[in-house]
């Protein structure tokens, strides 16, 4: 089955600077990647999310970029503030309605 | 927008009590599932449902029964608790892969649940 990695595991950033976390994925298959944040004590909230037919998605402060030959995707948080602190997974899917999901990342901004 | 709802929010069961977390979505997906959340495993996918009368397994699904009467509805049951359950719960739901679209996933706010 599919298997989602993601790097690191924390990531600390002052507020204003920009956040990037990575993840691999190993089903070339796969060709659905959504980002999720959940907030302490919440479900997840897809954020934004990518097909496999494009390589770069953006939706104001945030952007998906994705390597079909590599098998990595990435999201990127610009101009980061405090409410961006949250646990982002990103997952993988061939289509099937079942997502593989990544471990999660600690996102602190620091103010 | 009530969207995917689960009750409870919180339970203490006893080892070997027998539960069911409920989950119902208002949004006529097809598709439902059940995750657990465990400390640095991320989401596993305990259970699935393409539609009413539909179940299969995911990756974690001993010790869970799950059943699918009506589209709305995907209670999950702990048969005899083990305080290896003990885990945040989440129910998700979406509608059935079409093609290239339709395959957002929503998920509800967790159950926590404690077994001692």
């Known amino acids: 089955g599919e298997n989602v990695e993601q790097h690191p595991s924390t990531l600390s950033v002052q507020e204003g600077d920009s956040a990037v976390i990575k993840c691999t994925y190993s089903?070339?298959?796969?060709?659905?990647f959504p980002w999720y944040k959940q907030e302490l004590g919440k479900g997840p909230q897809l954020i934004i999310d990518i097909r496999s037919n494009v390589g770069e998605k953006k939706d104001q402060r945030i952007a998906v970029t994705l390597n079909k030959t590599a098998k990595h995707f990435s999201l990127h948080i610009t101009e980061t503030q405090p409410e961006d602190s949250a646990v982002y997974f990103c997952a993988a899917s061939d289509g099937n309605n079942r997502l593989a999901f990544g471990k999660g990342n600690q996102v602190v901004v620091i103010p | 927008n009530a969207g995917v709802t689960q009750t409870p929010k919180f339970q203490v069961l006893k080892t070997g009590q027998s539960m069911t977390l409920q989950c119902a979505q208002d949004?006529?997906?097809?598709?439902m599932s059940w995750y657990r959340q465990d400390p640095g495993m991320g989401l596993r996918l305990i259970h699935y449902?393409?539609?009413?009368?539909?179940?299969d397994q995911g990756e974690v699904p001993n010790g869970y029964n799950v059943s699918r009467s009506t589209t709305e509805d995907f209670p999950l049951r702990l048969l005899s608790a083990a305080p290896s359950q003990t885990s945040v719960y989440f129910c998700?739901?979406?509608?059935?892969?079409?093609?290239?679209?339709?395959?957002?996933?929503?998920f509800g706010e967790g159950s926590w649940l404690t077994v001692v």
């Open positions: 089903d070339s298959a796969s060709n659905y």
């Open positions: 949004m006529n997906h097809e598709y």
């Open positions: 998700a739901s979406s509608y059935r892969y079409r093609g290239n679209s339709g395959n957002t996933i929503y």
């Open positions: 449902s393409v539609g009413a009368g539909i179940t």
